[in-house]
């Protein structure tokens, strides 16, 4: 890196701090990170991908927590994908709330699964994407 840049940085890092969540600043417009202001120049193409190869592995992490390893190496890569995105997309705490659909796939029962799916606040939220994964999942 060119010797002004690193500088630039440092000088930056310092002026501006850190800070992980949005928030507003002082000329009110919305901000992450050291300084990003995301009203006027959001985020590059680039920058939305490593944000989603970074969230996509904690949404395999907790799909994993949520069934567990004995039932997750038993899953096809389909239906691993499927509670990736349905992790991704809800949270571990609320697919935790998934019960049913979490008992089904531990006894390999993949019908109850995509019809656990279905039957959900989540699915009439989600539509077309609930449908697909439960297909999916039925599938596998």
Not at 23 to 47: F, H, M, V
Not at 69 to 88: E, G, Y
Request: aromatic residues 8%; glycine residues 6%; hydrophobic residues 40%.
């Amino acid at each position: 890196m060119v010797k002004f840049k690193q500088i630039a940085i440092e000088q930056l890092k310092h002026d501006e701090g850190i800070r992980l969540f949005p928030y507003q600043c002082s000329a009110d417009k919305l901000t992450i990170g050291y300084g990003r202001n995301l009203e006027d120049n959001g985020i590059s193409e680039y920058e939305a991908e490593q944000m989603l190869l970074a969230d996509t592995q904690v949404a395999a992490e907790d799909a994993k927590k949520f069934v567990g390893n004995d039932t997750w190496v038993k899953l096809s890569d389909v239906r691993k994908a499927c509670l990736v995105n349905m992790a991704f997309n809800l949270g571990l705490p609320t697919l935790k709330t998934f019960q049913m659909l979490k008992t089904a796939l531990q006894t390999g029962d993949m019908t109850e699964a995509s019809a656990q799916m279905l039957d959900s606040k989540w699915a009439s939220q989600v539509g077309q994407r609930a449908h697909r994964l439960a297909a999916l999942m039925l599938e596998g």
